[in-house]
């Protein structure tokens, strides 16, 4: 299914991270236009991982909108709960 661009609010894409790594605490803030996007995400399945793995996981959530167009940038501070 196609998406517009823009057509998701950064809730959406919170639901989508928070789905695809259960047990994690996200916040994702639009940075301007609804396409440049910043996401903070505490996830358990970040332990032990580099922070370019974290940011893998992070990015395979959302791939499709990056994709398309949808997300121009995604900024991320990704870490796992023991390192808060």
């Not at 991270?17 to 994690?24: M, T």
């Not at 399945?45 to 398309?68: C, I, M, N, P």
Request: glycine content about 10%; charged content about 25%; overall charge negative.
């Amino acid at each position: 299914m196609a998406m517009l661009i823009g057509m998701l609010g950064p809730s959406e894409y919170q639901a989508m991270i928070e789905k695809a790594l259960p047990g994690s605490k996200v916040r994702v803030e639009d940075q301007g236009g609804g396409d440049h996007l910043f996401a903070e995400v505490v996830a358990p399945q970040f332990t032990g991982l580099s922070r370019v793995e974290q940011h893998k996981l992070v990015y395979a959530a959302v791939k499709q909108f990056l994709d398309d167009g949808s997300i121009h940038a995604l900024g991320l501070h990704t870490r796992a709960p023991e390192e808060e």
